[in-house]
């Protein structure tokens, strides 16, 4: 059933749309996690509307589906603007926003778990409120939800094939149009699999090496 010579044929086309899918993928993360701090941060603030409608954004968006954010993000929202996006900033936007109410909880894991004292002693030394975040609390709380955070990369790799739906050509529709023009299914699909299953373990790999060196340092 497999032939080499097919292969060979397809593998250039299939890993220019893995690379797509890896930096629609790497993106997405970095959006997420950007969002997901500043959403952990809103959530804390002493100003309760700010508390209350950050939470009540967090609780929608992940109670709706990535898809039909993706839908509404690239088909409804330039019919009220009148403003569009390539797919592929539609993809990245709409992984990182998704992903960034998730992010947010691991975030507020992280910060609920510095020491309480941590905060006074801030306080006491008449730190500022962004000196303190980013001097004294972030460095304690994020290197030990690093594995989490790690996780949820590859989450969002394995969910790139979502993006299909908005047309992003990315390695799955790539295997699929492949299989539709030569009726071969076995070696795309494979192919689309072991990349996905490459892509997972050499990231797990990577999270797992980073924690070590952290944890490390942390205790040195």
């Excluded at 930096?23 to 996690?33: P, Q, R, V």
């Excluded at 299909?164 to 299914?185: D, P």
Aim: aromatic share 10%.
């Amino acid at each position: 059933m497999w032939k080499w010579s097919y292969v060979a044929d397809i593998a250039p086309q299939l890993l220019k749309a893995f690379l797509t899918t890896i930096g629609a993928a790497l993106s997405g993360f970095a959006l997420a996690a950007i969002i997901g701090l500043i959403m952990a941060i809103l959530v804390r603030s002493g100003f309760a509307p700010v508390r209350w409608a950050t939470r009540g954004v967090v609780e929608f968006i992940r109670s709706t589906p990535l898809l039909v954010q993706l839908f509404f993000l690239f088909y409804s929202l330039p019919m009220l603007t009148s403003w569009s996006m390539s797919a592929y900033a539609t993809g990245v936007i709409g992984l990182g926003l998704h992903y960034g109410t998730y992010l947010s909880e691991v975030y507020r894991s992280g910060i609920e778990a510095v020491p309480k004292g941590q905060w006074e002693a801030s306080k006491a030394l008449n730190l500022s409120r962004s000196r303190t975040w980013i001097g004294v609390i972030l460095p304690q709380a994020i290197p030990p939800i690093i594995p989490m955070m790690g996780n949820y990369l590859i989450v969002i790799v394995k969910e790139t094939p979502t993006l299909s739906a908005i047309t992003l050509v990315e390695v799955l529709l790539t295997a699929k149009n492949t299989a539709s023009v030569t009726y071969r299914v076995f070696e795309p699909y494979t192919i689309a699999g072991l990349l996905f299953l490459l892509s997972s373990l050499v990231l797990s790999l990577g999270v797992t090496l980073l924690d070590r060196r952290l944890r490390r340092s942390t205790a040195g």
